[in-house]
């Protein structure tokens, strides 16, 4: 049986949740309802094997659930149950304390746009949101460009925006996590072009106050 068989709500909620690759299935089902071969794509390295099992053992434990999609989909979808959407607040925490160890992206590590989002929730100061309504597009230089909406003090992923953003954001991968941490002040990223922000002044100062840079000591505390 797979249990530290300890009295503790941590040891508990490892039994459930602390195998390889588990939180990262979550990761994927956070951002809504997901068919097998979306979480293969979604979660690079894991084999079929390895994935049926993971599955198997969140629905078992009761974090997920199998459906039908209604016609003319009709596809069997994975999604979190109600247990498992209470995952949203730990997982966030842990990418927002995971993003000291980024680092510079390196040629063999795999990245998904989407990846950006979870790590954006746990910068998010919910507090200063609630009355917020904002859309900002992160371009990413290497093609991709991630959508993202804060509205009513959530930040939801936008797949296929029908509308422009409001604020955009032009940064690599590896500048944005230099940012993230505090290591490198906006200041002197906007100054040598690898940070850029635009939109109305207004607008721009609001989504400043959503993501407020962290000072490097807090980030390492």
């Known amino acids: 049986m797979r249990s530290y068989n300890q009295w503790c709500s941590l040891a508990k909620a490892l039994d459930v949740v602390g195998?390889?690759?588990s939180l990262l299935v979550v990761r994927e089902l956070l951002e809504g309802p997901r068919r097998y071969t979306d979480l293969r794509e979604g979660i690079p390295g894991i084999s079929t094997d390895v994935l049926a099992a993971r599955?198997?053992?969140?629905e078992d434990d009761g974090i997920i659930e199998r459906r039908t999609l209604p016609p003319p989909a009709a596809s069997k979808v994975y999604e979190l149950t109600e247990l498992g959407l209470g995952l949203g607040p730990a997982v966030a925490a842990l990418s927002k304390w995971g993003s000291r160890l980024l680092g510079p992206k390196t040629d063999d590590e795999a990245f998904r746009p989407h990846w950006l989002v979870l790590g954006l929730r746990g910068m998010l100061r919910?507090?200063?949101a609630a009355d917020v309504s904002l859309d900002v597009d992160f371009d990413l230089l290497s093609g991709d460009t991630v959508r993202v909406r804060v509205d009513g003090g959530?930040?939801?992923h936008v797949p296929e925006p029908e509308t422009p953003a409001q604020v955009l954001v032009h940064a690599d991968l590896s500048t944005l996590a230099a940012v993230a941490d505090g290591s490198l002040p906006v200041a002197a990223a906007t100054a040598d072009g690898r940070f850029a922000i635009e939109g109305e002044a207004d607008v721009v100062?609001?989504?400043q106050r959503l993501f407020p840079q962290p000072k490097p000591e807090s980030v390492r505390a």
């Open 126 to 128: 919910a507090d200063r």
């Open 55 to 58: 599955l198997k053992d969140l």
């Open 19 to 21: 195998e390889r690759w």
């Open 205 to 207: 100062a609001a989504f």
């Open 154 to 156: 959530r930040l939801v």
